[in-house]
């Protein structure tokens, strides 16, 4: 990768990071509300991994969406406006912090059932292949998606009918307060994989040019030959389950998230940055002001919309 393509995942990663901290400060003064889970920790996997597709590709992930959709390219004053339940916002503030969807970037939502946007990743690169595209299908969930029945539904269609998505599971170790190991019969989890004769491996989801070496291989062969692959990254959410969680609760300790918080993904690829000579510290600050101001930009654009009018419930909505 060139210098500029270097910096510009760690421009992404530290947008945000920066953006769901003012999440965070916006969501205590009430400016949001509803549900929001941060992404903070995990920003690694989203921009390692949609870094490696074309702008065509398609994306969907779950409910900790914001990070995804910025990665996509989505304007982050859209996704603010939107969290903030405003006309100007992505889905003109009807969808909130889970339903974030981006139809021109190719982010097909935020989704809050666990599991269930799975099957939908399976159908739309069900619809890819109908009609010969070659475009593949990034689907991003938690391990605690894993032991539900439409996983299993959809890994086994998708590698019966040979179908080019690509499911990345972010573990995080945690579903809300329950460890991965009280809630799956197996620890590994890509080894579910097997049971699907499906291509998988795990990565360091912490690391940004791991996951986008993992991406980037695995989506190049399934262009080649479409069939689906599972991919696994660690990682380590930082923050509560959701914005009315505590950051550890009774399910981890403090000391736990700080020894997580040496490997944090933004630090680590900014030593590695300044290591390989690619940017000097200085350099690496700049790009964190710059990112403050976009995220203040967004935030006063979002202050200054104006709110979804009531007569707008009605309309984009689909009743059967
Ligand atoms: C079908 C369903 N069951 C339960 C819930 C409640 N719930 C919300 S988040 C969550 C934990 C999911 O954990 P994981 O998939 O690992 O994602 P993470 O929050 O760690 O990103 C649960 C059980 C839900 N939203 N949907």
């Known amino acids: 990768m060139s210098p500029a393509e270097l910096l510009e995942l760690y421009r992404q990663m530290l947008l945000i990071r920066r953006f769901e901290e003012k999440c965070a400060e916006m969501y205590a003064l009430a400016k949001i509300g509803g549900f929001c889970h941060l992404y903070i920790g995990e920003e690694a996997v989203a921009v390692g991994a949609i870094a490696a597709l074309r702008p065509d590709d398609y994306v969907l992930s779950a409910y900790r969406d914001h990070g995804h959709c910025l990665a996509k390219g989505s304007d982050p004053k859209r996704v603010m406006a939107e969290l903030f339940g405003k006309q100007t916002g992505l889905c003109k503030g009807k969808g909130g912090s889970m339903h974030l969807y981006d139809i021109e970037?190719?982010?097909m939502g935020g989704y809050a059932i666990v599991g269930g946007h799975i099957a939908l990743a399976a159908g739309v690169a069900f619809g890819l292949t109908y009609q010969q595209q070659d475009q593949v299908v990034l689907c991003f969930f938690g391990e605690g998606a894993v032991p539900t029945g439409v996983f299993h539904e959809a890994m086994n269609i998708a590698a019966l009918w040979k179908l080019p998505v690509l499911f990345l599971c972010e573990n995080n170790r945690y579903g809300m307060g329950t460890p991965v190991e009280?809630?799956?019969?197996?620890y590994d989890i890509a080894q579910t994989a097997h049971a699907y004769n499906m291509g998988h491996s795990t990565i360091d989801g912490m690391d940004v040019l791991a996951v986008r070496d993992a991406v980037g291989r695995i989506v190049t062969e399934m262009r080649l030959t479409p069939r689906p692959y599972f991919l696994e990254a660690r990682t380590y959410r930082f923050m509560g389950h959701s914005m009315s969680d505590p950051a550890h609760g009774h399910y981890r300790t403090k000391a736990e998230i700080d020894e997580h918080k040496k490997r944090d993904p933004i630090l680590l690829f900014g030593q590695q940055l300044i290591s390989r000579g690619v940017a000097?510290?200085?350099?690496?600050?700049?790009?964190?002001a710059a990112m403050q101001t976009v995220v203040q930009e967004a935030v006063d654009f979002a202050d200054q919309s104006p709110p979804t009018a009531p007569d707008e419930l009605l309309t984009d909505v689909l009743a059967p």
Do not use: C, M, N, T
């Open 105 to 107: 970037r190719r982010f």
């Open 182 to 186: 009280r809630a799956s019969a197996i």
């Open 280 to 288: 000097g510290a200085d350099q690496l600050k700049a790009i964190d």
